[in-house]
């Protein structure tokens, strides 16, 4: 009777333990309600949807449908790296198609408001046709290469005279009002052909040179 009685003792603790024990286990949907939001901005799609899964994230794509997974890049991400979220929302950047060899900014030459300056640099535009991922399409800027730019007034006076500027950089010439007339070399030899542009007094005009390549 009495090991009747202590096996039954036994038996109800057990019953009692054992609905603790299941709930203290985290299920499986618990566990991965959550990630901290990796940094995906400016990678392709591609290697966001590996930084996502490394993270434990599950990730939607909004804005241009993917075509070409290793080129289009992430424009913009819903939740900031580091942040908890259960879902990473991301906008796909559009496919730009686009010569090889980027020029300066459409609708040169570019006026604003400030000291009387001209900037300029050596672009080379043209070559042939590849897909890019840009944000929009209509902003395609290349950089400019490395070489020599000269700028002669209207009285035939080199205001910059052979000044030297490396891969990406402009020329900032600060001038009196005028016409002058710009002209380059690009470091691995050829020339641009020169150009004349008129720089009014309070503003800062962006006119580069630029060789087309077919």
């Not at 939740?79 to 559009?94: D, E, F, I």
């Amino acid at each position: 009777m009495r090991t009747s009685l202590r096996w039954m003792v036994a038996a109800a603790a057990s019953m009692m333990v054992l609905p603790l024990t299941l709930a203290a286990a985290p299920s499986p949907a618990a566990a991965t309600a959550s990630c901290h939001a990796p940094r995906i901005v400016g990678l392709s799609v591609t290697a966001a949807r590996v930084r996502a899964r490394a993270s434990g994230c599950l990730l939607r794509l909004t804005g241009t449908s993917v075509k070409m997974p290793t080129i289009q890049t992430i424009g913009s991400q819903g939740a900031r790296p580091g942040q908890v979220t259960k879902l990473l929302t991301a906008s796909v950047n559009p496919l730009c198609p686009s010569a090889v060899n980027i020029g300066p900014p459409p609708g040169e030459p570019l006026l604003r408001p400030g000291p009387t300056e001209l900037v300029t640099g050596l672009f080379i535009e043209g070559g042939a046709l590849i897909l890019r991922s840009a944000p929009s399409c209509k902003v395609l800027v290349g950089k400019s290469s490395a070489g020599t730019i000269t700028v002669t007034n209207s009285a035939g006076t080199a205001v910059a005279d052979n000044a030297v500027v490396t891969a990406g950089q402009l020329l900032d010439v600060t001038l009196s009002p005028g016409t002058y007339t710009v002209s380059g070399v690009f470091a691995n030899g050829p020339a641009a052909r020169p150009i004349t542009v008129m720089v009014p007094s309070g503003e800062v005009v962006r006119q580069d040179l630029v060789l087309d390549v077919p």
